[in-house]
């Protein structure tokens, strides 16, 4: 069995990459599937978030660079949930520049050495659009855009639609994409704007649940623990678990 | 350029060239070799042998229901009408009613609410008052601002637990 690996990307910062990260993959396994999701942004928030605070740990930096095996780099934080952290050499990546083609394909590589049992691999991605995106890109499958529904965050989108068309022109293979809203506001007139935007561009392609914005989401890093441990049942906990559910089944807007 | 509607809050559609017929692929792949990673271009012209996936295109968009059950067996989930008065209470109330009997909890989604009057508000606080008896749940989820300022005015916005913090906002 492969895994299904999944680009958690959006160049843009504060769109909720890593908050979707963190909860939808300890969604996904409280609904039992086998996760595994790697942190691939040097700050390291993902690990922090899941309650990994160690700045010294090596983890897909070691990977990448020394060709140590993704199996040995696993921690397993949750049931069914695996972390592979950042480290503190995976910037260094953004430099290497010397490998040529190779530095572009060191995750995919290193996700096709051995033989694990997960159903998804998820890359967190960092705000960029370096050599550790084109990374992610080149090793995933398909690519979840969380999306904030304010103007900046479509202008973006279109920047970063540009460069996955371009990807995808170069492999010659399309991605999957699919969207989620998060950090919305439904009170707010913009946030159905842009949706309705982003309706027209993307049918079909919208994870049929948005991702509310709600304080409670913004205080689970600092304790690590997913919105599933802070504050179970909570209408986020209930968003998530609804989302890992049309993640699955492929339900749309 | 965008299309601009004269209402809209977006100006300038940053998308619409994703519409464009002229829109290239050809040019795309030339513009490879300028990718952020220079590492891109060369990684495929050694890797032609990348194997392709297929676009997901196929899913029906989904209409939002104004109310329906949740898939949560024991929640359900009403959304609330825009414009909420004494013409459909008795409509609200027999519905409210119904989802009260047949569920532990309802979350009402009150984030479209344009207008609501007295008769409404009251219908739900009522509802809330009841569906503590029975040790039941009622949550208003995301209310409108309009549907605060109504129930601040009634006096009944800390009953109802819709200030902005009981909300879930911020």
């Known amino acids: 069995m492969s895994a299904r690996i999944v680009a958690v990307l959006n160049q843009k910062g504060g769109v909720g990459k890593t908050t979707t990260s963190v909860n939808l993959t300890h969604a996904l396994a409280k609904l039992g599937k086998k996760i595994t999701v790697i942190d691939f942004d040097p700050q390291s928030h993902l690990a922090v978030s899941l309650g990994v605070v160690d700045p010294q740990k090596s983890g897909i930096d070691r990977v990448l660079l020394e060709g140590v095996s993704l199996a040995q780099q696993l921690i397993s934080v949750r049931k069914n949930l695996n972390l592979v952290v950042a480290g503190p050499r995976l910037q260094e990546i953004e430099q290497l520049m010397d490998g040529g083609a190779r530095s572009g394909d060191l995750l995919r590589k290193a996700l096709l050495d051995g033989h694990r049992d997960e159903d998804f691999i998820f890359i967190d991605c960092p705000p960029s659009s370096g050599v550790l995106v084109a990374n992610a890109l080149f090793a995933a499958d398909e690519i979840l855009v969380p999306m904030t529904s304010d103007y900046l965050a479509l202008q973006g989108l279109s920047h970063l639609m540009g460069t996955i068309k371009k990807f995808e022109s170069a492999l010659k293979r399309p991605y999957k994409i699919s969207l989620v809203m998060s950090r919305y506001i439904p009170t707010r007139r913009i946030s159905k704007e842009v949706l309705s935007v982003i309706q027209k561009y993307f049918p079909g392609q919208i994870l049929a649940t948005t991702i509310r914005e709600t304080a409670l989401l913004a205080e689970c890093p600092s304790f690590g623990k997913t919105i599933f441990e802070y504050r179970p049942g909570c209408r986020s906990a209930r968003d998530f678990t609804a989302l890992a559910k049309d993640f699955l089944e492929g339900r749309m807007m | ?170």
Do not use: C, Y
Request: aromatic share 6%; hydrophobic share 45%.
């Open chain 2, 1 to 170: 350029m965008a299309e601009k509607d004269e209402d809209s809050l977006i100006g300038f559609d940053p998308l619409a060239w994703m519409h464009r017929s002229d829109f290239n692929q050809d040019s795309q792949r030339d513009d490879v070799d300028k990718l952020e990673s220079h590492a891109a271009s060369a990684f495929v012209s050694e890797n032609a042998e990348v194997p392709g996936q297929a676009m997901n295109h196929d899913e029906e968009p989904t209409i939002a229901s104004e109310s329906f059950p949740s898939e949560q067996g024991e929640r359900a989930i009403l959304v609330l009408e825009p414009v909420l008065n004494i013409q459909n209470v008795a409509l609200l109330h027999q519905r409210l009613t119904q989802m009260l009997s047949n569920f532990e909890a309802i979350d009402i989604d009150a984030s479209g609410v344009m207008m609501i009057d007295t008769a409404t508000l009251q219908l739900l606080l009522i509802l809330k008052q009841t569906a503590i008896g029975l040790q039941k749940s009622i949550s208003i989820d995301f209310p409108s601002d309009k549907f605060i300022e109504a129930s601040e005015l009634l006096g009944i916005a800390e009953m109802l637990e819709v200030d902005q913090v009981a909300s879930g906002f911020f």
